[in-house]
């Protein structure tokens, strides 16, 4: 199992950047897509999942309306468009997998529902 998570880097603030992450070794159908982000010296958090089955996506609030989940199940890729982003965006985001078969739910923002976990890429915003 593999996820690979890229498309990090610095923006200035209200800029935008699309996160990546390629997921191979599992049936990705199966699974329910998050990404997470911990920024320095806090705890990581969910900010969005998406499920493989259905597309139904769950948004932390604080990034609703700024940050778009999609997946392309022709390429196990799923994507993370973000937005007007602020500084205090800036973090380590992470993608992970869950196996879950059904809607995506807020449940979905807890990193103890997922099995495997990427490495992560850096985005900072500047102000």
Do not use: H
């Amino acid at each position: 199992v593999q996820l690979q998570a890229s498309g990090g880097g610095l923006v200035q603030a209200g800029g935008s950047l699309k996160l990546s992450c390629a997921a191979s070794g599992f049936t990705f159908d199966d699974y329910a897509i998050g990404w997470f982000r911990q920024a320095p010296g806090k705890e990581r958090e969910g900010i969005s999942c998406i499920s493989s089955s259905d597309g139904s996506t769950w948004y932390l609030d604080s990034v609703k309306g700024r940050f778009t989940i999609s997946s392309d199940n022709a390429t196990n890729t799923v994507y993370l468009q973000m937005n007007v982003l602020n500084p205090e965006d800036t973090a380590v985001y992470y993608c992970a997998a869950a196996w879950r078969m059904g809607p995506a739910s807020p449940q979905l923002l807890m990193s103890y529902e997922y099995d495997y976990w990427g490495q992560g890429t850096l985005v900072t915003v500047s102000s």
